[in-house]
């Protein structure tokens, strides 16, 4: 079973929504998936606001790079204005670590940084094209 760390912004529920559509499509069909707001190991009422403790930063920071670590893939969401800095982060880290990242745009039309698109193994438009793609790399 493959490993899939699904990156994304998370900053409405449309982003995490649409995260948690990638999430379902490859856990239905083997996945096995970490979607950082779903999965972290703190408390979920720290996560409603932005006063967090330093405690709590770590936490988040150590996993999300441990489930990086583990994982074979990347799946990252491109979608808005730019792509997201810790979305970049994470595909950047799975670029040094020679895995693929595979990105979905979501049929956006912009350029995007040539430096961060250059780390992205393929893009696709939707996720109906997913399972295809991810069984191909």
Same mark, same amino acid.
């Given at each position: 079973?493959?490993?899939?760390?699904?990156?994304?912004?998370?900053?409405?529920?449309?982003?995490?929504?649409?995260?948690?559509?990638?999430?379902?499509?490859?856990?239905?069909? $083997? #996945?096995?998936?970490? &979607?950082?707001?779903?999965?972290?190991?703190? =408390?979920? /009422? %720290?996560?409603?606001?932005?006063?967090?403790?330093?405690?709590?930063?770590?936490?988040?920071?150590?996993?999300?790079?441990?489930?990086?670590?583990?994982?074979?893939?990347?799946?990252?969401?491109?979608?808005?204005?730019?792509?997201?800095?810790?979305?970049?982060?994470?595909? $950047? #880290?799975?670029?040094? &670590?020679?895995?693929?990242?595979?990105?979905? =745009?979501? /049929? %956006?039309?912009?350029?995007?940084?040539?430096?961060?698109?250059?780390?992205?193994?393929?893009?696709?438009?939707?996720?109906?094209?997913?399972?295809?793609?991810?069984?191909?790399?």
């Amino acid at each position: 079973m493959k490993k899939v760390y699904i990156a994304g912004p998370l900053f409405n529920i449309h982003e995490k929504r649409y995260l948690e559509e990638i999430a379902e499509i490859l856990e239905s069909n $083997g #996945y096995d998936c970490f &979607l950082p707001h779903r999965d972290q190991t703190v =408390d979920p /009422e %720290e996560l409603k606001g932005v006063d967090m403790s330093q405690e709590t930063k770590d936490t988040i920071f150590q996993t999300d790079l441990d489930a990086l670590n583990k994982a074979d893939i990347t799946v990252a969401l491109i979608t808005g204005q730019d792509i997201d800095s810790g979305t970049c982060s994470e595909i $950047g #880290y799975t670029y040094a &670590l020679k895995k693929p990242v595979l990105a979905i =745009d979501a /049929e %956006e039309r912009r350029y995007r940084n040539l430096f961060v698109e250059g780390m992205l193994t393929v893009t696709i438009n939707n996720t109906d094209q997913l399972l295809e793609t991810i069984d191909a790399l």
